[in-house]
């Protein structure tokens, strides 16, 4: 399945904000500090932005995003720092979606985790810290 060029576009529109002591955003593409600091805090070189919310892009009611964040934050916290966050649209056209950043997680395992909980797409970021969208679907940018 692929996603439109404007479901893209507004995924690299997105606000991912981070819920740290020092709360950041990350922006696709713009190099983060406060990610840096983390990576080094925690001894980590990379890291991704998952949620579980609304599969597919398409909008579920509040109790089944709350128990698909359940699981991931379950299967994730086993292995992985994880941190609070949310996904805000800046044009307001798409709801604030729970997410977390998940620190030490591979590309490739952020990505599958992704695709078992229907997503079209991640955010990961390498040592560099410059987030880069993930599509699961098609391209990645």
Not at 48 to 63: H, L
Request: net charge negative.
């Amino acid at each position: 399945m692929n996603i439109s060029e404007e479901l893209t576009e507004a995924y690299i529109k997105t606000h991912y904000i981070v819920l740290h002591e020092k709360q950041f955003t990350l922006r696709i593409g713009k190099r983060s500090n406060n990610l840096l600091e983390i990576f080094k805090e925690q001894g980590v070189n990379c890291g991704a932005f998952v949620t579980a919310c609304n599969p597919y892009s398409r909008i579920v009611s509040p109790e089944i995003n709350t128990k698909l964040l359940s699981e991931l934050y379950s299967i994730l916290s086993n292995d992985y720092m994880v941190i609070s966050g949310i996904a805000k649209d800046p044009e307001s056209k798409w709801p604030l979606e729970k997410s977390f950043m998940v620190l030490g997680i591979s590309m490739e395992d952020a990505m599958n985790i992704g695709r078992s909980f229907n997503q079209n797409a991640l955010v990961w970021c390498g040592m560099n810290t410059i987030p880069k969208l993930l599509i699961l679907t098609e391209q990645n940018f």
